[in-house]
């Protein structure tokens, strides 16, 4: 199972990024996904989740209104698209996959490798 997050850099406050997650080696349609952040010297925090349908997703207070996750089962990839991005959303962002719908990490099985998200002010 591969997870490969891209799309992070280095952008102005109030800009924004989206970042894809293109999975393999699994049936990307029966899993949930899942995005979580680590700012530098900070734990790992959920973000944002999509259920294996698209049907249901959930926010952290922080970002909701900002980001939107989406997913095409087609092209096995999720999707989150950040708007308004702030300085405090400077972090390594990660996708994960994983059987439950969650905000905690460790009920997901597969994780991406990061990809970082820089946010100037």
């Known amino acids: 199972v591969q997870l490969q997050a891209s799309g992070g850099g280095l952008v102005q406050a109030g800009g924004s990024l989206r970042l894809s997650c293109a999975a393999s080696g699994l049936t990307f349609s029966k899993y949930n996904m899942g995005w979580f952040r680590q700012a530098p010297g900070k734990e790992r925090e959920f973000v944002t989740f999509i259920s294996w349908s698209g049907g249901t997703s959930y926010y952290t207070h922080s970002v909701k209104g900002r980001f939107t996750i989406s997913r095409d089962n087609a092209k096995n990839t999720v999707y989150l698209q950040m708007n308004s991005l702030k300085p405090e959303d400077t972090a390594v962002y990660y996708c994960?996959?994983?059987?439950?719908?969650?905000?905690?990490?460790?009920?997901?099985?597969?994780w991406g490798q990061g990809t970082l998200v820089t946010v100037s002010s």
């Open positions: 994960a996959a994983g059987r439950g719908l969650s905000s905690v990490a460790s009920e997901y099985d597969y």
